[in-house]
């Protein structure tokens, strides 16, 4: 079965670059998640997606933005990157939002290193 | 706002024994869901077991059997039979709208 593709996998940027993440959903998911995973801490979730418009938000920096575009792919763009945001970043995707059923599925997450 | 607990840090459990993961939630709403997610050294993020709250009868998956205490606001994962490729760490989960709320971890180590 299809599953959630993240791309790159890996990321290597210095300070004060910008970094786009990008995120394939499962096919016919109309929803997409965006999580940070920093080193050894549990993921924090950044933002949602649903039909193309942000559908919540949480600790997601000012410097990241998002979008989901027609086809349901989402970019996760990160300027004025700081040392900070070194983390795995995952994105998962549900068909529908919260609810009964609407499981999130989790891509294999993408390693962004800040130098 | 909804925290989920986990007070196990590390723990460790002879291959084929059984063992029990701890987790404990906060919340105010009344239909919610619980998860328990795996993420080995890969660092994928696999979905173990998921509980809805307004189901009572504990969810199973093979090896994999919950306790949900829903007045005790309780959600242990047991383990039975425990295999080497059980190594990883477990986050305990709770859905709240369109986010996913993690536990800190439990590192579970495998004992040949």
């Known amino acids: 079965a299809a599953g959630v593709i993240q791309s790159p996998r890996h990321l290597i940027k210095e300070k004060r670059e910008t970094a786009t993440l990008k995120c394939y959903p499962i096919?016919?998911?109309?929803?997409v998640y965006w999580y940070q995973q920093g080193p050894g801490q549990d993921p924090q979730f950044l933002i949602s997606?649903?039909?193309?418009?942000?559908?919540d938000k949480g600790s997601i920096p000012d410097r990241f933005s998002a979008q989901q575009f027609s086809d349901y792919h989402s970019e996760l763009n990160m300027s004025s990157l700081e040392l900070g945001d070194s983390a795995l970043y995952f994105c998962?995707?549900?068909?529908?939002?919260?609810?009964?059923?609407?499981?999130?599925?989790f891509g294999p997450g993408t390693r962004l290193t800040v130098t | 706002a909804q925290t989920v607990t986990q007070s196990q840090p590390e723990m460790s459990v002879q291959e084929a024994e059984t063992v029990t993961l701890s987790c404990t939630y906060d919340t105010s709403e009344s239909d919610y869901y619980l998860f328990w997610y795996k993420q080995p050294p890969s660092r994928q993020m696999i979905l173990v077991i998921r509980q809805e709250a307004y189901k009572q009868q504990n969810a199973t998956e093979n090896r994999f059997s919950v306790n949900f205490q829903k007045a005790a606001k309780s959600f242990s994962l047991k383990i039975s039979d425990s295999q080497l490729g059980d190594a990883a760490m477990y986050f305990c989960a709770y859905r709240s709208g369109d986010k996913i709320i993690f536990g800190k971890g439990t590192r579970l180590h495998i004992l040949p």
């Open positions: 096919p016919r998911h109309d929803t």
């Open positions: 997606f649903y039909e193309k418009m942000q559908s």
């Open positions: 998962a995707s549900s068909l529908g939002r919260g609810g009964r059923g609407n499981e999130q599925y």
